[in-house]
């Protein structure tokens, strides 16, 4: 007798889809295949694509708050807007505002996702109350001054004190970017990393103007600059690499690690088209980020499946729709470490069930309808950590009216709707 047992879904498994069954143990998927098991709890799945758990390798959930504050500027006027509005949240605003994107993740089938922000705090609480699972780091800029970088990296440690291990959250040490972090500050956070065996997470190489001023400030690209100091490893992602020449492709390559690729962050803020393609041929592990909404403006990985698609077909590179849905569900879970992304035995129960939509018939092949086709809202059911997060498109831990109320009555939110 298994705790969850989900029946007769068109299961992806090594690239196929197999009509299986699956129990699920505690935590774990303890069982895929054939056999007419029995199960405490279960789901029927019958006409359903089950897939890995999505996730979603860059975000900053509580930005939530800002979509559609700051729409049709370029990004500097955009930045300016965004950042104004941020040094006013506090806690209690950051709680609410992930939580509002923690719903919208399970929504859209994602079972986990990397976050670093401010007052983390507030985010691993809607992660524990949301029953998503997360990896989190507080987001820290030293702009150069000592005595900034000793209090950043107090606020990342007693964050990492607090929440690491506990409520499916995993921690992680998350410096901005090389323009707003100090080259010894990030040395120092690349040795506090390596000590501990942390994953560090950083934007690099988002924009032409970044790549520029590390040249102007260092003689080397963003990507050189934390290679010379021993940052990049297989512990390391790097958010958006939109602008990597192919020697800064060698240097990931060889590094082993990986990057966080969110195409319409990249469009929207016109930073321009990451060279999916040719990060993908030099070996480099590429997942798939949405970035904070205010950049994008949804939490959908199936968006971002599609565009990223189309972008690389608008360069002429041709690649199997398969990579793509590996990108946001298998790569994402391999970049940062943990044991899922892959409906097999022994992996953490973290599983999506999505209808077959009006918008997938005729099914030619599975992989293409859903990287070309899928809007996010087939998904009917969410399981992490081998409990039900998501049950008929309803979240189970959360009272979403409640939650809508408590956001437009907070004195943050100046709509008048
Ligand atoms: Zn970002």
Not at 163 to 180: D, F, M, Q, S
Not at 311 to 316: C, I
Request: with cysteine; proline share 2%.
């Amino acid at each position: 007798m298994f705790d969850l047992v989900i029946k007769n879904g068109l299961c992806l498994i090594n690239g196929n889809f197999l009509r299986y069954n699956i129990g699920v143990e505690g935590n774990r998927i303890a069982y895929v295949g054939k056999e007419d098991i029995k199960g405490e709890e279960k789901i029927n799945a019958e006409g359903c694509f089950v897939l890995p758990g999505l996730f979603n390798a860059h975000t900053h959930s509580a930005m939530t708050l800002l979509r559609g504050y700051a729409e049709g500027l370029p990004l500097k006027d955009w930045l300016e807007k965004v950042w104004e509005m941020e040094a006013k949240l506090d806690e209690k605003a950051v709680y609410l505002g992930a939580k509002l994107a923690c719903v919208e993740m399970l929504k859209n089938g994602i079972t986990c996702f990397a976050d670093m922000y401010i007052h983390m705090d507030g985010v691993a609480r809607a992660v524990e109350e949301t029953g998503i699972r997360a990896v989190l780091g507080y987001g820290m800029a030293d702009r150069g001054n000592d005595d900034r970088a000793k209090e950043e990296l107090r606020i990342a440690k007693d964050f990492i004190k607090r929440w690491n291990g506990k409520e499916r959250i995993k921690c992680i040490l998350t410096p901005h970017a090389v323009y707003t972090c100090s080259k010894d500050f990030l040395a120092k956070i690349s040795e506090i990393a390596k000590e501990n065996g942390f994953i560090k997470h950083i934007h690099a190489s988002e924009t032409f103007w970044e790549v520029k001023e590390a040249k102007r400030r260092y003689g080397m690209s963003p990507i050189e600059l934390l290679d010379s100091i021993g940052f990049l490893d297989s512990n390391t992602v790097l958010a958006h690499g939109v602008w990597l020449s192919d020697s800064d492709m060698e240097l990931i390559s060889k590094s082993g690690s990986s990057v966080a690729h969110c195409p319409s962050s990249n469009l929207k803020l016109s930073s321009g088209i990451a060279k999916v393609a040719e990060m993908l041929e030099k070996g480099i592990n590429v997942c798939l980020g949405t970035d904070g909404a205010a950049s994008n403006n949804m939490l959908n990985l199936f968006n971002e499946m599609r565009i990223s698609a189309l972008l690389q077909q608008l360069r002429r590179k041709f690649l199997n729709p398969a990579k793509y849905l590996e990108m946001a569900t298998w790569n994402g879970y391999r970049a940062y470490g943990i044991d899922s992304g892959s409906v097999e035995r022994g992996m953490l129960a973290d599983l999506v069930i999505m209808e077959i939509g009006q918008s997938h018939r005729p099914i030619y092949d599975p992989v293409n309808s859903i990287v070309y086709s899928s809007l996010g809202s087939e998904v009917r059911d969410v399981i992490v950590d081998g409990r039900i997060a998501l049950e008929d498109r309803n979240p189970v831990y959360v009272d979403l009216e409640k939650l809508c109320e408590e956001v437009s009555s907070f004195a943050f939110f100046h709509s008048s709707l």
